[in-house]
Nanobody, 124 residues
Framework: VQLQAYGGGLVQAGGSLILSCAAS????????TAWFRQAPGKERENVAA????????YYGDSVKGRFTIAKDNAKNTVYLRMDSLKPEDTAVYYCAADEMKFPKTIETPRYEYWGQGTQVTVSS
């Protein structure tokens, strides 16, 4: 299984970015998928997640109303659209996937498969 995250970069505050995560070895239609981020000196946090059947979505409090997670099963790709970016959104962003068997829920930090991370830097 391999997850490949890409789309990070440098953007000014107030701008937008779209991150993508492509998978090989698993199909996102059968897995819950999430985007995590980790800034220097901070713990990794689950910022957005989507259930395997797209019925549930989760957003961290710090990104609600600004970030949107979506997936395209035909392309086996998950996206994170980030709008109204703030300097505090600067972090390495990781995509992750998990079968999410009960009692785990998509808010969990414990995902089984992880991508390599992509850097997002928001300048003020």
């Amino acid at each position: 299984v391999q997850l490949q995250a890409y789309g990070g970069g440098l953007v000014q505050a107030g701008g937008s970015l779209i991150l993508s995560c492509a998978a090989s070895g698993l199909t996102f239609s059968s897995y819950a998928t999430a985007w995590f981020r980790q800034a220097p000196g901070k713990e990794r946090e689950n910022v957005a997640a989507i259930g395997w059947n797209d019925r549930r979505r989760y957003y961290g409090d710090s990104v609600k109303g600004r970030f949107t997670i979506a997936k395209d099963n035909a392309k086996n790709t998950v996206y994170l659209r980030m709008d109204s970016l703030k300097p505090e959104d600067t972090a390495v962003y990781y995509c992750a996937a998990d079968e999410m068997k009960f009692p785990k829920t998509i808010e969990t930090p414990r995902y089984e498969y992880w991508g390599q991370g992509t850097q997002v830097t928001v300048s003020s």
